[in-house]
T-cell receptor, first 113, second 116 residues
Framework: GDSVTQMEGPVTLSEEAFLTINCTYT??????LFWYVQYPGEGLQLLLK?????DKGSNKGFEATYRKETTSFHLEKGSVQVSDSAVYFC????????????FGSGTKLNVKP | EAQVTQNPRYLITVTGKKLTVTCSQN?????MSWYRQDPGLGLRQIYY???????DKGDVPEGYKVSRKEKRNFPLILESPSPNQTSLYFC???????????????FGEGSWLTVV
């Protein structure tokens, strides 16, 4: 079936460190991929997305590239800030069922000054 | 401002006492959905609605009801809440053509529900 697997957290980094949060997917149809961010006490917000293979989504210094050959959509940022502390969710939509988003279990990021 | 509004944000209730969590969106979206978020499980879809008077089950519909009488509102009803429904609930809406792969969903701020 369709699913998303992302690395477990929490991930703790110092400010200005490099961030990678791994996300891999399984899709029976043609996928679109998303990263959402949830700041404390808030709902999920779209961070970035990619809708076809080799697309790179980017926003606020975060990037993720849709890799069909490795079925991955890893989130990266070159230099994290304390304000990036949040929970990050990878999500998938597939072409045959646009009604549904499949979410990963979320990865909590803690950035220390 | 475009938003999805849920109420209440926090609620403690007792087993068996019916409750309703309201959801309203001001973006004229056709698609709306409810999710619950539990530790280690991510978000799981409860119900969704493609348009007024059109609703369908998601992955975990047991113990919940929904209705879609108006485009902007999509309330979640717990007829007889039980402790296993203690969770964080999110309402969401999505605009544009549902079949467009890049359309994203907009979430409310969440409703913390505790059933004792």
């Amino acid at each position: 079936g369709d699913s998303v697997t992302q690395m477990e957290g929490p991930v703790t980094l110092s400010e200005e460190a490099f961030l990678t949060i791994n996300c891999t997917y399984t899709a029976t149809g043609y996928p679109s991929l998303f990263w959402y961010v949830q700041y404390p006490g808030e709902g999920l917000q779209l961070l970035l997305k990619a809708t076809k293979a080799d697309d790179k989504g980017s926003n606020k210094g975060f990037e993720a590239t849709y890799r069909k050959e490795t079925t991955s959509f890893h989130l990266e940022k070159g230099s994290v800030q304390v304000s990036d502390s949040a929970v990050y969710f990878c999500a998938l939509r597939v072409s045959y069922n646009f009604n549904k988003f499949y979410f990963g279990s979320g990865t909590k990021l803690n950035v220390k000054p | 401002e475009a938003q999805v509004t849920q109420n209440p944000r926090y609620l403690i209730t007792v087993t068996g006492k019916k409750l309703t969590v309201t959801c309203s969106q001001n973006m004229n979206h056709e698609y709306m959905s409810w999710y619950r978020q539990d530790p280690g499980l991510g978000l799981r879809q409860i119900y969704y609605s493609m348009n007024v008077e059109v609703t369908d089950k998601g992955d975990v519909p047991e113990g919940y009801k929904v209705s879609r009488k108006e485009k902007r509102n999509f309330p979640l009803i717990l007829e007889s809440p039980s402790p296993n429904q203690t969770s964080l609930y999110f309402c969401a809406s999505m605009g544009g053509t549902a079949t467009h792969s890049g359309n994203t969903i907009y979430f409310g701020e969440g409703s913390w529900l505790t059933v004792v």
